[in-house]
């Protein structure tokens, strides 16, 4: 009997434990190092840089996870039935069945009143920030994601808003070239997304997102090469004329390469519906995120 009951308990653990882990991948985890654009405030404030400021930008960079976590759950909860079409996003907890929308949504709500009290006590122009791009976000889940060209740029918005809220954080005054790089970057890596979509979806591409159909891979091949130069640019211009140090132009070329190596790694590998992925698993790709981090860091150093 003792044996029957402790089977009982262990499979009752088992049970919980698989369960929390099914609602954990809600929280997208993996998706987080999009927020790395929080931190590009420190940028503009290279002569300015202490502990204080760090600490701040590294507690903004987790609101932002938790808001990003917040709006990636309401969008799973309005696009459940579209994802169970979809060949990989299928697996994901609520398509699959794992975990219950009601119990997405509840979450979903509860983070985000929590993340956007923080962020106001945080900083208020950081709260409004934050503020904007949750409900820009909401929109883009509702609406505005069905309109072809809208959603990249919508996407791209919110990568805009993160570096914003860095800047804001750190107190520094607010550079137009920072942004615009993150503005083009961003929309690079969007359109690159909805070239992978085509590819792997195919005919059943706008049963997954409707304005799929008014995408074109011949459009996107002739909308790539402008964003690429847009983005060199304009990173080029901030670092010569708004950067505090001129030492980190060495880190224009790590731009371009990594620029040139997510092209590849779409045209080659599944990452290019999954730019998060190359972040984390291709070694050239965080390799030149970690020599540009150390020319970072030996430029506050020196200063």
Known sequence: MFVHFTQKVNHMLMVKVTGFKHFLKLFRMRQWSKNIFVFAGLLLALDSVDFIMVQQ????FFLFC???????M??????????RLHPVKRNRPLPSGQVKAAHAAIAAILLSATILFLSFRLNVYFGFTLSSYFLLNLLYSFKLK?????????I?????????????????????????????????LGVNKRKKELLLLKEDSTAHRKNLSQYSIGLINEMIP??????????????????????MIVTIPMVL?????????TNRTEY???????LLRDKPTVLIMLLWAVMFGLNVMAL
């Open 57 to 60: 930008a590294v507690f903004a």
């Open 272 to 278: 290019g519906e999954s730019p998060e992925l190359v």
């Open 156 to 188: 791209s918005s919110g990568f805009v808003l993160r570096a914003l809220s860095g800047i804001l954080i750190a107190g520094a005054a607010i550079s137009l070239w920072l942004l615009l790089s993150v503005a083009f970057l961003t929309l690079f």
């Open 226 to 247: 402008m964003l690429t130069s847009c983005t060199v640019i304009t990173y080029s211009f901030f670092i010569i004329y708004e950067s505090d140090s001129k030492h």
């Open 146 to 154: 069905h309109y072809v060209f809208v959603d990249v740029i919508i």
């Open 66 to 72: 938790g808001i990003s976590s917040s709006v990636y």
């Open 74 to 83: 309401i969008n799973d909860v309005v696009d459940i039935e579209k994802d």
């Open 257 to 265: 390469y990594g620029i040139f190596r997510y092209q590849y790694l």
